[in-house]
């Protein structure tokens, strides 16, 4: 005959606590004191009503000792037969582990020295039907890390606490905007037209208005308009959504901190940008040097600087260079672009400026302002525009730029934008509807201008800088973790 699961013996004692009309599932309890704070500060003779996660039992005929946990720690608590009563004591020796408990009872130390709660009474909070992972030696498979995060967190303490850091990390990064005088906002996140960065957008329909609309690829243009309104200095700190692929750097579904102060420029952008990195390393790590995967960090001021121009002038490569000629120079170089078009040459930025062992930030300055569409071109080399980009440890952490606020100049490069995109799409579909014998057609899909910013720039935007910080990225690194998935609470995995 084959022996009941664990999960169908906990079931029968569920269905046995109802047959006592005992509530497996109770209603509030008056936790007063977080466990850690409990163990930390509760004397002898405290007491204390705490409640927790049952994680351990230890007993011995008459008297059990027991674990409680919650997110900040764990407390010993005693049961006594003769002080609960018989009909008590049993009760409490058919809990499982992973039960929560809630209990009231006074403080005392153990012969080891151990604070211990005398519960006086217990009350059975909500009854687990499943067993807990790996009796709380930790959790290993990442599969299940990633998909049931709650057993991650129940499980492995420094992943519960990475998390509790990344709640500090955003506490900095508001404290220090805050502290500037920058305003909390909070924009759309579906949009008739997505704008305000490159990616490929998802896309849903609205049934009432009968409107497609995708979710935000940034929220650069709504917070530029707020600048046009007489809001002089706004970040939010955001959820944006790309619809391409996954890595150890990449989730479609990520945060961003975008901040815009009136009447600065690209510069004032990297002195933000250097005190909230600062700032936040102080209060997560507690040190401006910390280690990220096995090399040192140091985030000390002043950071260092490389010209994107510059460096591309002495391989050879200028805006006005066409494409047949930059691959060939690349190509000479043992350096490669899939599929290179000028849109992608930034990604020549990983081969050229986030070396593996940079153990100090690093601005990339001077962009070509073909990749730059809403910076504002060096008044000195309309070519270059007044952007950065930061990488630390090998990644991209920040972008900034002095904003484009001539309406004119930024309708020009929105309609080449478009007639580019437009040009490269027609081509693949031309190939590929071709042997069919169809003609390439547009779709409501394809991009296009967003008429209401330019009308909004068209009432007067303030000179302005604009900075964009990828939070997941920064989180990564301030917490030494190898993946974004591992600063993520619930990252997008493949369905089993």
């Not at 290993?140 to 850091?165: C, G, H, M, S, T």
């Amino acid at each position: 005959m084959q022996q009941p699961s664990e999960t169908e013996n906990r079931r029968d004692k569920l269905e046995a606590l109802r047959q006592q009309r005992i509530m497996p599932y109770g209603g509030s309890f008056p936790k007063a004191t977080p466990l850690g704070a409990l163990v930390a500060e509760g004397r002898e003779g405290q007491a204390v009503t705490t409640a927790g996660r049952l994680s351990a039992k230890r007993g011995h005929g008459g008297l059990t000792f027991a674990d409680l946990r919650d997110a900040t720690g764990k407390v010993q608590i005693c049961i006594r037969r003769e002080r609960l009563g018989e009909a008590a004591y049993a009760l409490f020796e058919k809990l499982d582990l992973g039960d929560i408990l809630g209990v009231e009872g006074a403080l005392f130390k153990t012969k080891t020295g151990e604070l211990t709660v005398e519960v006086e009474r217990f009350t059975l909070l909500a009854k687990a039907l499943r067993p807990l992972p790996e009796k709380w030696h930790g959790l290993k498979d990442i599969a299940v890390r990633y998909r049931q995060r709650y057993l991650d967190l129940i499980a492995n303490e420094p992943v519960r606490q990475a998390f509790v850091q990344r709640g500090r990390l955003l506490q900095s990064l508001r404290q220090t905007l805050d502290r500037r005088g920058f305003l909390e906002v909070e924009t759309p996140m579906m949009h008739a037209i997505p704008g305000g960065a490159a990616g490929e957008p998802f896309r849903t329909h609205h049934d009432a208005l009968d409107l497609d609309l995708s979710l935000r690829l940034a929220p650069e243009l709504h917070l530029k308009q707020l600048l046009v309104g007489g809001l002089e200095r706004v970040y939010e700190l955001n959820r944006s959504f790309r619809n391409e692929g996954l890595s150890t750097q990449h989730n479609p579904e990520f945060t961003m901190l975008e901040a815009y102060a009136a009447y600065q420029d690209y510069r004032g952008m990297m002195e933000l940008v250097q005190e909230l990195i600062t700032e936040a390393a102080r209060t997560v790590v507690g040190s401006l040097q910390f280690e990220f995967r096995g090399q040192p960090i140091d985030v000390t001021p002043p950071w260092g600087e490389v010209s994107f121009a510059k460096t591309l002038q002495e391989m050879g490569l200028s805006p006005t260079a066409s494409l047949k000629d930059m691959q060939d120079v690349l190509t000479r170089r043992g350096m490669t672009v899939k599929g290179l078009n000028r849109s992608q040459l930034t990604r020549l930025v990983e081969q050229l400026f986030e070396p593996k062992q940079s153990t100090k930030p690093l601005f990339v300055l001077d962009y070509w302002t073909e990749l730059s569409p809403l910076a504002k071109s060096r008044p000195d080399h309309p070519a270059i525009a007044e952007r950065f980009e930061l990488f630390i440890g090998g990644m991209e952490v920040a972008n900034a730029y002095s904003e484009l606020n001539d309406p004119i100049e930024q309708r020009r490069r929105f309609e080449a934008q478009l007639d580019a995109a437009r040009g490269s799409r027609l081509e693949v579909r031309g190939k590929s509807r071709k042997v069919a014998g169809h003609e390439p057609r547009a779709t409501s899909h394809e991009r296009q201008i967003d008429e209401g910013f330019l009308e909004a720039l068209e009432y007067g935007m303030p000179p302005a800088g604009g900075l964009g910080v990828g939070i997941d990225r920064l989180a990564m690194l301030l917490l030494n973790q190898p993946s974004i998935k591992d600063v993520i609470l619930f990252p997008l995995l493949k369905p089993e």
